[in-house]
Each structure stands twice: as structure tokens, then as C-alpha cells.
């Protein structure tokens, strides 16, 4: 159906900036409407930046990009930037073109005066180059948004672009606080001075007690080691095929880093049988010899809010973005650490290992809960919290719990290498930060950074575990009929990555944990956030809080501090 005349009414101030209207074709497997746009001239300016660049991996369906993409290969020069940049500028003013002729050619199809029987071979033909086109569209648009919204089979391309625009404005930095002088900044250029001094200041190397080392390392014991068995399988070489499995099983919207080249294209490039050897002794040489390509020791970061003042960058997550072949590399690394770590990792903790869960732990907590309710007992629960816990983490310190472990050589200096000595820029607000140098810490966003920080944190939790001198929830003993009774081991505490539960029978536990936590925090530049620290009654008692009020304190740069209680 086709009108000739159509009225479109808005508002006096935008008016003045009305350019045109159209009529548009809809994929009819998304709507039975129209669309009736109008194009309006906004003198709008933008503050973002140009961020970084990402290869658009919805080009690898085309056909037209798959066979100028082989021909590039087989040349193998200007892989990356230039040959997808100017694929991708030419497809987009393509499709934009070809979309407005299209359309045009269908408004004319319909108002000139056709037969029947010659519309109905043409006009179709026409919708449905349309409809491929905005199929590919709203493709793109998904991929932005990280989401897809569909309601009774219609695909709404611009709510897609608004969520999109919605969680770029969640990431945007409108200001931020100088540390050092307390000042308030909006201008860009003072932001990115003030967050390239946070994070130099951060990831900046600091000296940790190597008695406070040795005596991390001394509570693992000789039996938790690594099997021979177990270390030669980790160190073993990578094989094609194992590369492959590892790219394909890869989450396909995860984010590319500064190359800008998501999985996708690298499992493309994985399938090219005379780069095989190529990719083979890259992966094995870093395996092996600790030698990267210089793009795997080039990382970026964006900024994450979290709660609390958004003027602070301590607030602010940062999740380094890393290109994905490093990413394959630790990718494969993990596999392998993940099916080997569980016996050196108390059974305490939960994150980010096989066959372990949260609600165990959790489990755990509400029975301890419920039966100090019961008991009436005065046991306190202490949730501790650590401030930039991945970031803090010392390379020396790494080293030889790794060391201790039992992991080999080979190994612990591949880790080294591409964790500590590399370089990272971080992206506010479009802008990128000149350069800083990672002196420590684990990535966010690495694959196999949580399974190291378990290795980090299992010292701390080992101590706490065996100490004599903390009691911590006594549960009740267990009788059976016919059987002897038995007594339950003490709960002291559950971890979740680095979330610690800390169960206290009284201020001498307290004392105990206070010494473990601070000798931890020595050894591995670890820093407790006594903020965010928060104590409660296992068993609900107010009564006993009030008692513990003035003895569960903390002493920090001098002062003494009270830790929150619910």
C-alpha cells in the first residue's frame, strides 16, 4: 500500500533544524509497519574520544570480505589496520548509499504506474536487498550493545544503539579527584594526567620484607607441591590443533585489545594451513623461552564504576583489554592449570575452581549462623575486604609461592614475563593515557589471573586454617547411634577469590588473624581496605557487639580505626 501525501508535526524549536523526511522499507519478518523518519541538523559536540580501534567481526560472513581477506593473506603485508579499515569505511558508505537508492527505487516501483504482474517480479527482488542490508545493520548494532532485544519477532535496531549509548554513558569519567591535591578536574587533558599518575603510582614496584616471605611460604607444606607428572603435562608443547580448540571455544563477543582483532579472525587465520608452523612456534617459544611478540606485552584498560565516590579512580575497575592471541595463550595455560590446581588449593576456597561453588560456602556460613543462634555462642564473623587485591600483587612474592608450589621454571618465568615488565594505556573517556609501566600486579581480564590469585591468597588461608592460637566456630560434636561421636574440625574461614570470611571466637582471635593478615601484607604488598571491612554476630547477638565494640580495632598509618559493624 502507498500514500501520496504524509504529515509528520513537531515541535517550533526543532523546526529550525529539520533537513528531510523519508519513508522506509522494514524487513517484514520484523514489522508489518513502515518507518517515517526525519532527519534533523544538530549542532551537538561530542567530549569522547576516539578510543580504540576493533576490528568488525561481522565481515567475516561476507563473502566479498572472505575473498579479499585470503588474497591479503597470501601477500601477508598490511594484515590488520589497513586493509580492515579501508574494508570496512568503504562497506559502511556502501551500505548507506545503497540503502537510500534502495529505498528510492522501491518508492518509485510503487508510485509509477505498473503492472501488476511486472511489480511482483521487481519489487520483492528490491525488499529483499533491503532487507539484507538492515539485517547486517542491526548485526552491528547487537555486537555494540553486547545485547539482542527481541519482542514478538521484531529487532528494534534503535533501541539496540540507545543501550549502547546508555552503557557508554555509564563509562564515562565526567571528573575526576587529583590525590595528591585533592583538586576536582573535568578538563581531559588534567584527567588523563591525574589517572596516568594513579595507575604509574599503583603499578609501581615497592619494596616487600622477604622475611615476611619466607614465613608466607612456610605454611605450605611439603606434600602440597606439584606433581612431576603434573608439571611436565603444563609444560608440555602445544600442538595445532589444541590452539585451535582453544580460539574456537573462545567467547566470541569477548573484547579485542589495542590490535583490535577478536577471536574470530584469529580462528581465521588459524585455519590457513601455511601459517601453521608459524603460529605452532610462536606459542611454544613463549611457552618455553618466555618470547612474546612486542603486541602480546601492549595492553589497554577501560574503567568500570563501581560503587561509592566516582571521583576517585579507586573506584573504578579497571579491565585490561589484551590482544586475544595473548589471551589463547593464558587461555591454554588455564585449561591446563585449572584440571591440576585443586589438591594444592584448600578446599576453603570456592572462586574460580572445578567443582567448587559460592553456595557451599554460603552453605557453610548459614548452618555456623544458625547454630550460634541456637547455642547462643559469641562468635564474631569478620568480611574483609582488600583494596586493588589483583593489582597489589608483588612479582617476588609470586615467584616463590610459585616456587614453593612446585610449578617449574619454565613456567613461573613465562608468567613473570608477560604479567610484569610490559605496559599498559588507559582509556578515559575515548582518550588514551601515555604508557605505564606494569611493575606488578595481575591483569583483570587475563584468563588465568584469578587461578594465580587463588595461589597468591592460599598462604594467607593455609595460615589461618592451622593456626593453634585461633579458634574460630566451634561447631557442635556429632553423635550416632552405635557409633562413636566424633568432633567437627574449627570453621575459621571460607574465601571466595579474594573475599575472606573470618570466623573470631573472641579479641585473641583477632590478635592472631590481625598478625597473619599484616605479615601477608608485607610479603606480598597486599593492602586491607578496613572501609569496606565489616564485622557481625554469627549467632545475632547485639549484646556481645557491644561488648567487642572498643577491642575489634585496627592500626593504620598511626591510628586507630574501628572496623564497621552490622
Known sequence: MSFSKYYLYISLDLSVHYVDAEVEFLNPQWTDHALLGLTF????????????????????????????????????????????????RQRVYWRKQQLIALQRKRQRLLRQAIPTSILSIHLPRVERQIQTLQEETVKIAILK??????????????????????????????????????????????????????????????????????????????????????????????????IVAQGSRAPK?????????????????????????LIVRVFNDALSKSLFPPSWLETSVCLLPKKGDLTSLKNWRPITLINCDAKIFTRLLNTRLASIISPLISPNQSGFMKERFIADNGALAQIACEQASARQSDEVGLLCDQEKAYDRVHPTYLRAILTRFGFPMGFIDSISSLFFGTSMKVNVNGYLTQPVPLGRGLRQGDPISPLLFNLVMEPLIKSIIHSDRIQGFLPPNISRPYLDSFTLPPLRVLAYADDLLIFLKDVYDLAEVQQLISCYNRASNAKMNYDKTVAFSVSGRHTLIGCLHYNLTVSRNGTTETILFL
Open 41 to 88: 541538523q544538530m549542532d551537538l559536540s561530542t567530549t569522547t574520544g576516539p578510543g580504540l580501534w576493533r576490528a568488525n567481526p561481522i565481515y567475516v560472513a561476507n563473502k566479498d570480505f572472505m575473498r579479499q581477506f585470503d588474497r591479503m593473506l597470501k601477500t601477508f603485508t598490511n594484515m590488520k589496520f589497513t586493509f580492515h579499515r579501508c574494508y570496512g
Open 145 to 242: 550493545a553486547e545485547r539482542t532485544w527481541r519482542e514478538r519477532g521484531e529487532t528494534d535496531a534503535g533501541y539496540l544503539k540507545k543501550s549502547a549509548s546508555a552503557r557508554q554513558a555509564q563509562r564515562s569519567v565526567p571528573m575526576l579527584r587529583n590525590p595528591a591535591t585533592g583538586d576536582i578536574c573535568s578538563n581531559q587533558e588534567q584527567m588523563l594526567e591525574v589517572t596516568q599518575h594513579f595507575y604509574a603510582n599503583l603499578y609501581a614496584t615497592e619494596p616487600i620484607c622477604l622475611d615476611s616471605v619466607e614465613r608466607m611460604v612456610s605454611h605450605i607444606p611439603d606434600a602440597c607441591s606439584l606433581h612431576e607428572s603434573d608439571a611436565n603435562f603444563l609444560m608440555s608443547p602445544f600442538d595445532i590443533d589444541e
Open 253 to 277: 563477543s569477548s573484547s579485542p585489545g589495542p590490535d583490535g582483532l577478536s577471536y574470530v579472525f584469529l580462528n581465521l587465520l588459524f585455519q590457513q594451513p601455511q601459517y601453521t608452523e
